[in-house]
């Protein structure tokens, strides 16, 4: 924005540069700095893009998204505790809280102490800190935000619900039929991940990175793999990096096709689920065909791919991209013309622009609400500098908008494996799969973004001079988006709440690790 | 609209023939299912799944039953809103501890003849989860467990292939 300090500016004034952090800077911040960043932040319209902890400090991470600039800033905590970010960007306020559950920082002038991850369920507290605590001995319930007002009366929801679907707690408060506040409480699905990537060499590390949210396995895999690679300067082969980008697209395809088709199932369509889990079987087996498995999960790895392109998978993709261009178009033109769907969808579910920008929500969150935000733009990444894609971007900010982005996500991503078999480099002579091995001996930080179907990840990844992570942390879209679900619901019925939420489809296990 | 209804009337299922019923499934279940149980039950299982800390990835595969082309109902296998109205728990993921209570309480509220099927290699194993402090590792050291589908996630055909054996072994004979 014009007339602000730019971000390198402020760090470089208040900060120093840690050495060995790749590819963006890292400045170490002393407490005083920490408070003018706060400040600066409160004028300033820098995205917030992750905060995490470590025994005695705590990371955050930034982009001014005017030019594109990326930085993380460090505080040291000897004594555990740092001055909150949430007054200035609330989206830190559920990161501040997993934080505090797992390492015992405590986040000064939070606009929310309580707790998040930590059910009392454990058996421990701060598991990740260097003194672990015994639990709190008869733990009493998780105090919901109190609501008053006449005539109001609450649902709770979960956190086993009524569908296949992922557990987590939603505690609506109605006036009959609208719904006048809806808070979440997620972490029941919390597994430990960063705590058991801990002490793992990268190879194995990534097995578990493959496992953050199986349906970004190839996503999450992808922002570990590059994490660590930015750490090590190691430099893939260039056909590796292509084969990642087409796994990427046909994870982002997969899931867009099978949301559509529920986002219309919870609006009582469920001819379209019926057709779009057709086609999303399609290029299950198309991947399972080229990559050995059905969601590519555990295809991309540290240092490249572990697995090459069947001499015919070139052709099955082509076939694949043939045939959904010639299904898929008659299924969005029965969607654009059913009133009696339109009638569910349109203006259901309304997040306004200002909210996804003060939340910095990505993904079909993001952008169906105005916010033009896509990582493989910026900050970019290869083999999409060299390809041609558009980024679909509406202001409506309600479910129809969302399944819009989503529809015309996959026509890009479409044309985008299109290219990407066209121009997919030769193998290179002597491997049979494309990768090079992490050598030992170096160490070093690193950080990547990576957008996956639902938005955009943050991987930050610290290694030692054995190649053994020592600290990791997996920021999956989910954290900024669901906070947008609770705004999203306000004001709407009851009823449409599979429809705002499938519209959304924010991950559990990614969320709450 | 109409021309996709003309196509599926005369183009006939896009249904897949069902894979046989799994063989170490058959064994695993041998002997586990009485009389009385399976007079009651007939060939019908009602379904209720429980993510207890899966990365999703086994709800993806268990989605997919339901589409044409896997079909699941067509056996007579139904996915269930309640526990109140299931024969069976199809339990996914490592037993986060935060969800042990839930899995434990939505087991108590299946009425019996009920039966556990453990889904994936983290409800079998505890997977790479096991050993953590957030986890408890496989679902049998929760509760009982009848049935168990490895894989990660197990793929449609192979969770056809162990309900199949389920119902088998549950349908009077």
Known sequence: ?513 | MLKHILTSLTGGPVTEAAPAPSDPALAELAGKLDKAAKARLGRSLSIREVDAGSCNGCELEIHALNNPIYDLERFGIRFVASPRHADVLLVTGPVARNMREALVRTWEATPGPKWLVACGDCAVSGGLFAGGYACVGPVEEVLPVDLRIPGCPPRPTDLLAGLLALLETSAAR
């Open chain 1, 1 to 513: 924005m014009y007339g602000e300090e730019p971000l390198f500016g402020l760090l470089n004034r208040i900060g120093t540069p840690v050495e060995g952090h790749r590819p963006w800077p890292r400045y170490r911040l002393g407490r005083d700095g920490w408070l003018r960043l706060i400040e600066g932040l409160a004028g300033n319209g820098w995205s917030l893009l992750g905060l995490w902890g470590e025994p005695k400090a705590v990371h955050a991470a930034f982009r001014e998204d005017f030019s594109g600039d990326v930085a993380v800033v460090s505080l040291d905590c000897p004594q555990g505790r740092f001055p909150s970010l949430s007054t200035v960007r609330p989206a830190a306020n559920r990161l501040e809280r997993a934080a505090h559950d797992l390492y015992g920082l405590v986040a000064e002038r939070t606009t929310d102490p309580r707790p998040w991850l930590d059910h009392d369920a454990w058996g421990v507290r701060r598991p990740l800190s260097e003194q672990p605590a015994a639990p709190v001995p008869n733990p009493g319930p998780y105090t919901f935000l109190p609501v008053e007002g006449e005539g109001l009366h609450q649902i709770p929801v979960g956190p086993v619900h009524a569908g296949i679907i992922e557990p987590g707690h939603f505690r609506f408060t109605a006036n009959g039929e609208t719904v006048v506040r809806l808070e979440e409480r997620l972490g029941y699905v919390h597994r430990g991940v960063e705590g058991l990537m801990q002490g793992r060499p990268a190879a194995e590390a990534a097995k578990l990175a493959a496992r953050i949210s199986g349906d970004s396995t190839v996503a999450h895999s992808l922002a570990f793999a590059r994490a660590v690679e930015a750490a090590l300067g190691v430099e893939v082969p260039a056909r590796a990096v292509w084969l990642r980008a087409l796994m990427a697209e046909m994870e982002r395809i997969a899931n867009h096709l099978g949301d559509i088709g529920a986002i219309c199932n919870d609006a009582a369509f469920a001819f379209m689920l019926a057709q779009t889990s057709q086609l999303r079987e399609r290029v299950l087996r198309t991947a399972d065909a080229c990559f050995g498995h059905r969601l590519m999960m555990d295809r991309v790895i540290p240092g490249g791919v572990a697995t090459d392109l069947p001499e015919r998978g070139a052709g099955l993709l082509l076939e694949l991209v043939a045939e959904l261009r010639k299904r898929f178009p008659p299924l969005v033109a029965i969607y654009d013309g059913k009133a009696s769907l339109q009638d569910r969808t349109v203006t259901t579910g309304f997040v306004s622009a200002e909210l996804v920008t003060r939340f910095g929500a990505g993904g079909h969150v993001g952008r169906a609400s105005g916010r033009d935000q896509d990582a493989r733009r910026s900050p970019g990444y290869a083999p999409y500098d060299g390809l041609t894609f558009e980024v679909p971007v509406l202001t409506e900010g309600d479910v129809n908008a969302r399944v819009w982005v989503r529809i015309r996500e996959v026509e890009q991503s479409l044309s985008l494996i299109e290219q990407i078999v066209a121009r997919l480099p030769a193998v290179s002579r002597g491997l049979d799969h494309p990768s090079v091995a992490l050598e030992a001996g170096r160490g070093g930080e690193g950080m990547a973004l990576v957008e996956s179907f639902r938005g955009e990840i943050l991987t930050w990844v610290r290694l030692d001079g054995e190649g053994v992570v020592t600290r990791c942390h997996p920021r999956d879209p989910s954290w900024f988006q669901w906070p947008l679900l609770e705004a999203a619901i306000g004001g709407n019925i009851v009823a449409d709440f599979p429809l705002c939420n499938k519209s959304f489809n924010c991950s559990y296990a990614g969320h709450d690790l």
